[in-house]
């Protein structure tokens, strides 16, 4: 552990630092000289100073538009806000590089950065994933443009991951009407309906046990709340989607409720019918 002296002269130095730094800055955006503000954003994003390169370069991209610095300073700039984890302006930037310089010595790169900070932006699986759509849009255009990529093993692991968010929101959803029951209709229905469609759009994803066994419950639960005539159906219904997942997953986490769900159908279906 630091000494509290050590501690103080620490600070002092970070806060000497950080003053230095936004000093320069000013009097640099005092002076209004573009081409000194290029040197100094170079300076910047060769020590890591990712702050102060997001403070300097706006002018310089819109002043160098069109040119060989004009694109560097935007793949600079595009990458100091992916850095500062700035993911969403970071990837707008790292977009209008590779549209406004098709041929521009980094575009593959920022092809790639441009996905990967969709990705960090992706929400929360219960919001809207509009944003992972375009993630995976994203990372998917630069797999056919880039098949020989240094990138690519990176990018199929988020894809999956980002297939996986989604499967994640269906997978919500399906349990979501499985709680609603019999509540103003038959939400059971839904359920099945929801997690049979999860599992053809995403058959690879890890929450596939999970799909399978929302099945069977809203299955079973369907079977339990049908009229007379429906029943026996049901009942053959529910164990034929247990031995789906039982097959699938003979040492599933889920497994001693499936087989307790089938010895319990097991009993109600007629030998006759």
Same mark, same amino acid.
């Given at each position: ?23 320069? !800055? ?26 102060? !390169? ?183 219904? !529910? ?35």
């Amino acid at each position: 552990m630091m000494e509290p002296n050590k501690i103080r002269l620490f600070a002092i130095l970070v806060a000497s630092f950080l003053l230095v730094s936004c000093g320069e !800055v000013a009097k640099v955006r005092q002076v209004n000289d573009v081409s000194l503000a290029y040197d100094y954003a170079k300076k910047f994003y060769n020590e890591g100073k990712y702050k102060q !390169v997001v403070d300097l370069l706006p002018s310089v991209v819109s002043a160098y538009n069109g040119t060989v610095d004009g694109s560097r300073a935007l793949y600079m700039l595009a990458y100091s806000e992916m850095e500062l984890k700035h993911y969403s302006s970071a990837s707008e930037y790292f977009q209008h590089y590779y549209s406004s310089y098709p041929k521009g010595e980094q575009v593959e790169d920022a092809r790639f950065y441009s996905g990967v900070c969709l990705y960090h932006s992706a929400p929360d699986p219960r919001l809207d994933q509009t944003i992972t759509h375009n993630a995976i849009q994203e990372l998917q255009v630069f797999n056919e443009n880039y098949p020989q990529s240094k990138h690519r093993s990176q990018v199929k692991e988020l894809l999956f991951t980002l297939q996986d968010r989604l499967a994640e929101k269906e997978l919500l959803a399906a349990k979501q009407y499985y709680d609603l029951g019999m509540f103003l209709g038959n939400n059971y229905k839904s359920a099945i309906i929801t997690a049979n469609n999860a599992l053809k759009d995403y058959p690879y994803s890890k929450f596939r046990e999970e799909f399978y066994m929302v099945i069977l419950r809203a299955t079973y639960q369907e079977a339990m709340h049908s009229i007379e005539s429906k029943q026996q159906a049901r009942y053959r219904d !529910v164990a034929d989607r247990y031995f789906i997942y039982s097959n699938e997953f003979p040492k599933g986490k889920y497994i001693k409720e499936a087989n307790r769900i089938y010895q319990s159908i097991e009993k109600l279906i007629s030998k006759d019918a």
